[in-house]
């Protein structure tokens, strides 16, 4: 359900004298947010928004909410009507696209003294050409899931540390109608197979294909060879969100690589998982992908000073704190997620588990390149790796015919 609020304050005199000068003087002025799927958070944006009123006496603020598959193209709606919310939440590599196409603002002289709010790495993550277009407020990244009695029946004694191991561990546990890896494949969430073999996307000035490569050929005939064993589940490449993670929680899947918001989804599902029966790790060579939601600022925003600050505020210590703690996840703000982390290791130690992996290895996060075209590359390659890993192609076709399709969209960009 969309969600349409509006929250006006009344006036607060010791706001007004705690508000900086540029924020007096915007007083009485209106902000609107869009943000991702996340109605359920309405009690928390009552408390961050009526917060906020009290410093800025007179702002009004309307808070809409829509579902994944809605937001872009509403977003882009409001974009060409002129009348685009000041504040948006962006999921994955989205707001590249409109980063490069001057719809949002560039961030980075707002950033100086809150930079140090936030975790380095996921916030170098939203820059484009050297300026920051969106801060981080919730975080994921993929790891490994395995389920520990699997491996105990395969005799398989700890997680695999290479790609090889992944296979030969995965080999070892498919019998009947038991599978042993499955991936989430949206979003790049896949790549981490790839880099662990070497395989580079696009070249490092972006413009060329990198991917037609020996490396590449080899690395797509074992995920087919794995996949026509039973070794990798098909799901892997058919499948979107609730088809994986389901098939992982029904107990009959070794291990699954997704981001962390995936245990939330199994735990639910899967009567079977504990911490004595599910572990968490980092994926082979500690790679993964990240699938962060942050908030940007829109260019045409006629308070943009205003909307900087609610943002700061939406992701500074306080409330970002409040989200990680009330909703389990993290944020991005060093701070508060540390703080997040205490609560969960005393109330949910799996989940403890699960959460740190997002802390760790930062600096080996990839499949999230800043191109403007993103979702059209990923259109014209995903098609062909599809068709590799699923035996209807081989390799080396599948791959010519990616390289084409890609060099012809980076042609047009």
Same mark, same amino acid.
């Given at each position: 359900?969309?969600?349409?609020?509006?929250?006006?304050?009344?006036?607060?005199?010791?706001?007004?004298?705690?508000?900086?000068?540029?924020?007096?003087?915007?007083?009485?002025?209106?902000?609107?947010?869009?943000?991702?799927?996340?109605?359920?958070? #309405?009690?928390?944006?009552?408390?961050?928004?009526?917060?906020?009123?009290?410093?800025?006496?007179?702002?009004?603020?309307?808070?809409?909410?829509?579902?994944?598959?809605?937001?872009?193209?509403?977003?882009?709606?409001?974009?060409?009507?002129?009348?685009?919310?000041?504040?948006?939440?962006?999921?994955?590599?989205?707001?590249? /696209?409109?980063?490069?196409?001057?719809?949002?603002?560039?961030?980075?002289?707002?950033?100086?003294?809150?930079?140090?709010?936030?975790?380095?790495?996921?916030?170098?993550?939203?820059?484009?050409?050297?300026?920051?277009?969106?801060?981080?407020?919730?975080?994921?990244?993929?790891?490994?899931?395995?389920? @520990?009695?699997?491996? @105990?029946?395969?005799?398989?004694?700890?997680?695999?540390?290479?790609?090889? /191991?992944?296979?030969?561990?995965?080999?070892?546990?498919?019998? +009947?109608?038991?599978?042993?890896?499955?991936?989430?494949?949206?979003?790049?969430?896949?790549?981490?197979?790839?880099?662990?073999?070497?395989?580079?996307?696009?070249?490092?000035?972006?413009?060329?294909?990198?991917?037609?490569?020996?490396?590449?050929?080899?690395?797509? #005939?074992?995920?087919?060879?794995?996949?026509?064993?039973?070794?990798?589940? @098909?799901?892997?490449?058919?499948?979107?969100?609730?088809?994986?993670?389901?098939?992982?929680?029904? +107990?009959?899947? +070794?291990?699954?690589?997704?981001?962390?918001?995936?245990?939330?989804?199994?735990?639910?599902?899967?009567?079977?998982?504990?911490?004595?029966?599910?572990?968490?790790?980092?994926?082979? +060579?500690?790679?993964?992908?990240?699938?962060?939601?942050?908030?940007?600022?829109?260019?045409?925003?006629?308070?943009?000073?205003?909307?900087?600050?609610?943002?700061?505020?939406?992701?500074?210590?306080?409330?970002?704190?409040?989200?990680?703690t009330r909703r389990r996840i993290l944020t991005g703000n060093v701070e508060a997620d540390r703080i997040g982390l205490e609560k969960v290791k005393a109330s949910d130690p799996l989940a403890f588990e699960v959460l740190q992996t997002q802390l760790e290895h930062t600096d080996r996060m990839t499949g999230n390149w800043p191109v403007p075209n993103d979702a059209q590359i990923k259109d014209a390659f995903w098609p062909e790796i599809q068709n590799a890993v699923l035996g209807r192609k081989d390799a080396k076709t599948a791959l010519a015919d990616a390289e084409r399709a890609v060099t012809r969209v980076l042609r047009r960009s």
């Amino acid at each position: 359900m969309d969600r349409r609020t509006v929250l006006k304050a009344g006036l607060v005199a010791a706001g007004a004298l705690a508000s900086p000068a540029y924020l007096r003087a915007q007083s009485n002025k209106k902000l609107s947010i869009l943000t991702w799927n996340i109605s359920d958070q #309405e009690a928390l944006f009552r408390e961050e928004f009526a917060d906020f009123q009290k410093a800025n006496p007179g702002v009004e603020i309307e808070w809409l909410d829509k579902k994944g598959p809605e937001l872009p193209a509403f977003y882009q709606t409001q974009l060409v009507a002129g009348t685009a919310p000041d504040v948006v939440d962006l999921q994955g590599a989205i707001w590249v /696209e409109w980063a490069a196409n001057g719809a949002l603002l560039d961030l980075t002289p707002y950033m100086q003294d809150a930079a140090k709010l936030y975790n380095k790495d996921y916030l170098s993550s939203f820059s484009y050409e050297n300026k920051t277009f969106v801060v981080p407020f919730y975080i994921a990244k993929t790891l490994l899931f395995y389920n @520990k009695t699997m491996f @105990k029946e395969a005799g398989l004694k700890e997680p695999p540390k290479s790609f090889d /191991e992944l296979m030969s561990s995965a080999q070892a546990m498919a019998k +009947g109608e038991k599978t042993g890896f499955i991936t989430l494949n949206f979003d790049w969430l896949y790549w981490p197979l790839m880099k662990m073999n070497g395989v580079e996307l696009l070249t490092p000035d972006l413009k060329k294909p990198a991917f037609n490569t020996p490396q590449t050929i080899a690395t797509l #005939e074992k995920l087919a060879k794995a996949t026509e064993s039973g070794a990798i589940n @098909k799901i892997a490449w058919t499948g979107r969100w609730v088809e994986p993670n389901g098939a992982f929680a029904s +107990g009959n899947v +070794g291990m699954l690589h997704a981001h962390s918001a995936s245990y939330f989804f199994v735990k639910g599902q899967g009567p079977w998982i504990n911490a004595d029966t599910l572990g968490a790790v980092q994926a082979p +060579g500690n790679w993964s992908t990240p699938t962060n939601h942050g908030l940007a600022v829109s260019k045409s925003s006629k308070n943009p000073d205003l909307a900087f600050a609610l943002v700061k505020h939406m992701t500074g210590n306080k409330w970002a704190t409040e989200f990680s703690t009330r909703r389990r996840i993290l944020t991005g703000n060093v701070e508060a997620d540390r703080i997040g982390l205490e609560k969960v290791k005393a109330s949910d130690p799996l989940a403890f588990e699960v959460l740190q992996t997002q802390l760790e290895h930062t600096d080996r996060m990839t499949g999230n390149w800043p191109v403007p075209n993103d979702a059209q590359i990923k259109d014209a390659f995903w098609p062909e790796i599809q068709n590799a890993v699923l035996g209807r192609k081989d390799a080396k076709t599948a791959l010519a015919d990616a390289e084409r399709a890609v060099t012809r969209v980076l042609r047009r960009s």
